[in-house]
C-alpha cells in the first residue's frame, strides 16, 4: 500500500468538501482544519485526521 492511499492530496480533500482549494489553503495559514503533513513540499492529509476532524465538526440535532 503506497503512502497516498492513506492520505488525501489538497484536490482530493476539496473535491470531498465541495470547497476550492484556496479554502484549504487559508485554512492551513490560518492553522484551522485538520492536521496535514508536508512530504518533498507536497501537502497530505491523513485519512484518519479527516475523519476526526469531520467527527469533531459534526453537529448533531
Known amino acids: 500500500m503506497t503512502h497516498d492511499a ?3 492530496t489538497t484536490n482530493e ?3 470531498r ?3 476550492s482549494i484556496r479554502t484549504l ?3 492551513r495559514a490560518e492553522r484551522y482544519g485538520p492536521a496535514w503533513i508536508t512530504i518533498g513540499g507536497s501537502i497530505r492529509y491523513r485519512i484518519p485526521d479527516v ?7 459534526t453537529t448533531r440535532p
Open 6 to 8: 492513506l492520505c488525501f
Open 13 to 15: 480533500l476539496a473535491a
Open 17 to 19: 468538501w465541495k470547497v
Open 25 to 27: 489553503e487559508r485554512w
Open 51 to 57: 475523519l476526526a476532524w469531520e467527527a469533531a465538526h
